[in-house]
């Protein structure tokens, strides 16, 4: 769908002096005015078309002068338009780039418990889960924690050099693991130094996707990060397989070649457009692309310069310098109660999905005593219901609203916590078929469930903030998001050890988490657009 403003008129003779009446957008996937990049520093497009008739850039029809040889750029508010190319052989190349970006970095998060679990058996086992819990805490922390630095930077340099040191972080941090043996090693070389090549892959990966497509941007985002899903089952049943044949360092070595092939090909693929979100496009954009036009003075009509596409570490000019104490924090965010709502439920979402996934080996290990292998399978098992859930989603976010798509999903996380794990901690141990079988249903339904929680709320964010800004606003967003990540697995790690090896009180903290994100998704739904069950929203 195209954004039109009325056009300006052909001649300065016939131009009505009118001021048009602000048109209302409710409809917040195709027409939300908040998917508009602005394209001026002091010129938003919210109140683009209510410009004064008497402005300086406006006839004044008081004036007796005559102005039909004077210059249209000097007289009359330059037409802007953005274009989006929702698709063609390079859009969806950087998906491709980012979903192999996503394979190396997110399939290492959804991987944690199989490390967490191996690690509390053997070379961690006189440490509590409580204790371990804060190595992957850490990790999951600086992954996110890193957006508020890496979000300015891709939006002033482009995704390149981010994704060249993400890659030697990334290969670095699993060689080191390899070879660990002390918890301090384990938290140095997965926690930090893992946790900041994810933060460097992931951020550039999924922002780039925002830069080439707006109404698909949901699917395009579901697809890339089905990447994580994809990685989250293969690499679980890789170290279990290879572990008993070449040992537990071996196996995290071949996870790292995999990834280290797999980040040569992002590196390849992923770009963005920075000069051409900022600055004005050709009035002529390609068939399927979808078309923004807005009001802005000359100053800010560029002309886009196509050797910035290739993400190159070159500033983007046109994007204005931020200087002092929020500079990389954009505080004025908070300001828009949607953002600080969506902000507060995704901390909560994020702050309960990584308990199954760091937990769900141990808890059928030690609580259930099911088999060794069937354990670690469980994870696997986990994510493939998570590749799902991360791209239909997406899919279905774009026809019926991205905050509507989430509060559901949010929903049915929360509805299988507590009607399929919940019950599964008092089945009894002798019935291990039953349990077996309900612990498959579990992890597959929630991994669909929770797939949403990393595949739609970058979509979220960027449904609230300007495009040209998404990168800070998203860096924001998981600057405080990361503190969850940084305290849900110690704390459910404590819960364990609280209750002396039970999972009670740790599944009860999921569901709770999910209870409080479903209603602060729900309350910004309605700060956005209201009460109205069928607004697309």
């Known amino acids: 769908m195209s954004y039109h403003h009325n056009q300006p008129p052909a001649s300065l003779e016939s131009a009505p002096v009118q001021s048009q009446p602000q048109p209302q957008h409710h409809l917040a996937i195709n027409q939300s005015p908040t998917d508009l990049p602005v394209l001026s520093q002091t010129t938003s497009h919210r109140n683009d078309d209510q410009q004064s008739p008497l402005s300086p850039l ?20 330059s037409r802007a338009t953005t274009t989006y190319p929702e698709g063609g052989r390079t859009a969806w190349s950087v998906v491709l780039g980012s979903f192999c970006a996503m394979v190396a970095s997110f399939g290492i998060m959804n991987t944690i418990g199989t490390f967490q679990a191996y690690l509390a058996e053997h070379q961690l086992k006189e440490y509590d889960e409580g204790d371990i819990g804060w190595i992957f805490g850490m990790y999951a922390f600086i992954s996110f924690f890193g957006g508020i630095q890496i979000g300015p930077i891709f939006d002033c340099y482009g995704p390149k050099w981010l994704l060249v040191s993400g890659t030697v972080a990334m290969v670095a941090s699993l060689t080191l693991l390899s070879v660990s043996q002390t918890y301090w090693q384990f938290m140095l070389s997965f926690g930090i130094l893992g946790g900041v090549g994810t933060s460097l892959i992931f951020t550039p990966a999924v922002a780039s996707i925002g830069h080439w497509f707006l109404e698909k941007r949901g699917y395009a985002t579901g697809v890339a990060t089905t990447g994580g899903s994809i990685g989250g089952v293969m690499f679980p049943l890789i170290i279990q397989s290879a572990t008993p044949k070449v040992g537990f360092g071996w196996a995290v070595r071949i996870v790292g070649f995999i990834c280290l092939l797999l980040l040569v090909f992002a590196n390849w693929l992923i770009r963005a457009r920075l000069s051409n979100i900022n600055a004005v496009t050709p009035l002529s954009p390609a068939p399927g692309s979808s078309t923004i036009s807005s009001s802005s003075t000359p100053a800010a009509a ?164 300007e495009t040209r800004e998404y990168g800070r606003k998203y860096g924001t967003c998981y600057f405080f998001v990361s503190f969850g990540t940084l305290t849900g697995i110690p704390i459910a790690g404590k819960a364990i050890h609280s209750q002396n090896g039970q999972f009670t009180r740790l599944i009860i903290f999921t569901a709770a988490s999910y209870i409080a994100a479903a209603i602060f998704f729900i309350a910004a739904r309605v700060a956005g657009a209201g009460t109205g069950l069928r607004t697309i929203y």
Not at 419 to 435: E, I, K
């Open 58 to 77: 406006a006839p004044n029809p008081n004036d007796g002068s005559n102005n039909n040889n004077t210059n249209l750029l000097t007289t009359t508010p």
């Open 302 to 465: 560029a002309e886009p310069t196509e050797k910035n596409w290739g993400g190159g570490f070159r500033r983007n000019k046109n994007k204005p310098k931020k200087k002092g104490p929020n500079a990389s924090i954009d505080l004025t965010a908070f300001k828009d109660p949607r953002f600080t709502l969506t902000t507060l439920g995704v901390f909560m979402i994020e702050w309960g999905i990584f308990v199954p996934l760091t937990y769900i080996t141990s808890y059928s290990l030690l609580h259930l005593h099911l088999p060794r292998a069937f354990s670690y399978q469980l994870l696997a098992i986990l994510n493939v219901g998570s590749v799902f859930g991360r791209w239909l989603p997406g899919l279905v976010a774009d026809k019926v609203g991205r905050f509507n798509t989430m509060i559901v999903t949010v929903t049915f996380c929360l509805m299988t916590t507590l009607a399929l794990w919940l019950p599964s901690a008092y089945m009894s141990s002798g019935n291990v078929g039953g349990t077996k079988a309900l612990m498959t249903v579990f992890t597959l339904l929630y991994g669909f469930g929770s797939g949403s929680g990393i595949s739609l709320t970058p979509v979220c964010v960027g449904q609230i903030c």
